[in-house]
């Protein structure tokens, strides 16, 4: 007798489709016989940097501990992380990368009679991770392609139990500040919590940017989240977690699982804490690569979303997926967004001057052949 297995799933699992990672160098490589060395990723929102030496350091050291579990409670990690952002390590939860944390908040205070409400075009876990549990995603219209929070506030019923912010967000780099993040939270009732998810926040510079931690105080409903996969350079590791009340993350830590961040992680992730001229020069970097990225799109002519973040979302048209390919046959990953509702643009993460460069080049070539084409068409 057949059996249909998906049909035995859980219902919220059955529609779901999995999570599209970008495409790795050495599957493009495999895909269209590359040489995997001549190959740029500009496709996960990864530091271009490389790791931190003081990470690296790290985890030398511990290679011969493998044989080892770690550390369940993260202690070393955990009092770093308190000491930098002058909390309590009781109010800090661990996990494997954010994306962990962002589950284990969906499982411990929403189900399928609950709402999550996010915004269109926010980061592509808080849907799937709603739909995970059966619980009613409410996805609110954004406003300039980033959060419309004044609309996600109005979107609370007396069902809702989460709201996930993104700040700034992915995949389109927008970013609200103190202003108008602490409005918002003055509007979410309290038996409400709020996920602010900040994973590119040590990108933010100067004056009138949020603080999620600093708001702790003030908002006990209030969950902070981040990572050491961006600008800390420990994306392969999969180190993140969230700052909340210690009563929140009591819950948290009920659910989460056992040993869920490796030793490795937990001594990298420690170490690089210690070193601000690594987190300054990947600002650095990120800033000059921005403005490299954006005059180039400006002499192109293309549109592109002004971003916060490490990464920036560009118009390429309505070929945008051949445009895609054509970088690919380039040996340029970038990360095509029409599963985000975007499908003109293309999001490209800011890599080496040099590698921003190569993929300049390859896009303009790219849209070269696709004018040619056209035009082809038409005579």
């Known amino acids: ?40 990723k500009l496709a996960s929102n990864e530091n271009p940097l490389g790791p931190s030496p003081k990470a690296l350091a790290a985890v030398r050291a511990g290679l011969d501990e493998l044989c080892r579990y770690p550390d369940g409670n993260g202690f070393e990690l955990k009092q770093a992380l308190a000491a930098r952002f002058g909390v309590e390590a009781s109010q800090i939860t661990l996990g494997n990368g954010s994306n962990d944390v962002l589950e284990v908040i969906t499982r411990c205070f ?15 876990v808080y849907p799937l991770v709603t739909q995970a549990i059966a619980a009613t995603g409410v996805s609110v219209p954004a406003r300039g392609y980033g959060h419309d929070l004044d609309a996600m506030a109005a979107a609370i019923t007396d069902r809702t139990k989460l709201v996930f912010v993104a700040n700034p967000n992915n995949p389109t780099g927008t970013v609200h500040g103190a202003e108008a993040v602490e409005a918002f939270l003055e509007r979410i009732p309290a038996r409400v919590l709020v996920v602010l998810d900040e994973a590119y926040c040590e990108y933010l510079q100067g004056d009138g940017y949020v603080d999620g931690v600093a708001l702790l105080e003030h908002y006990p409903n209030l969950i902070v989240t981040r990572t050491f996969s961006k600008a800390w350079g420990l994306a392969s ?22 040993f869920n961040v490796n030793n490795l992680a937990l001594t990298a992730a420690a170490a690089v804490l210690d070193d601000e001229a690594y987190l300054q020069r990947s600002r650095d970097v990120n800033a000059e690569g921005m403005k490299q990225l954006e005059t ?20 390429v048209g309505e070929q945008a997926l051949d445009i895609n390919q054509s970088l690919l046959e380039q040996g340029v990953i970038v990360r095509p967004i029409a599963g985000y509702g975007m499908p003109r ?21 790219a849209l070269d052949k696709r004018q040619s084409s056209e035009s082809g068409q038409g005579a």
């Open 1 to 40: 007798m057949s059996i249909d297995y998906q049909s035995l799933a859980v219902k919220g699992v059955q529609a779901l489709s999995p999570y599209q990672p970008g495409k790795p160098i050495d599957e493009l490589a495999r895909e269209l016989g590359l040489n995997p060395d001549n190959i740029i």
């Open 237 to 258: 590791l999969r180190v993140g977690y969230s700052i909340s009340s210690a009563e929140i993350a009591n819950v948290l830590n009920r659910v989460r699982q056992p």
């Open 296 to 315: 180039a799109f400006d002499e192109m002519g293309l549109s592109y979303i002004p971003s916060a973040g490490n990464f920036i979302a560009v118009d």
């Open 110 to 124: 929403a189900d399928q009679e609950s709402e999550v409400v996010f915004s269109q075009y926010a980061f592509a």
């Open 345 to 365: 643009h293309l999001r490209v993460s800011i890599g080496l001057p040099e590698e921003n460069d190569r993929f300049i080049e390859s896009l303009a070539r």
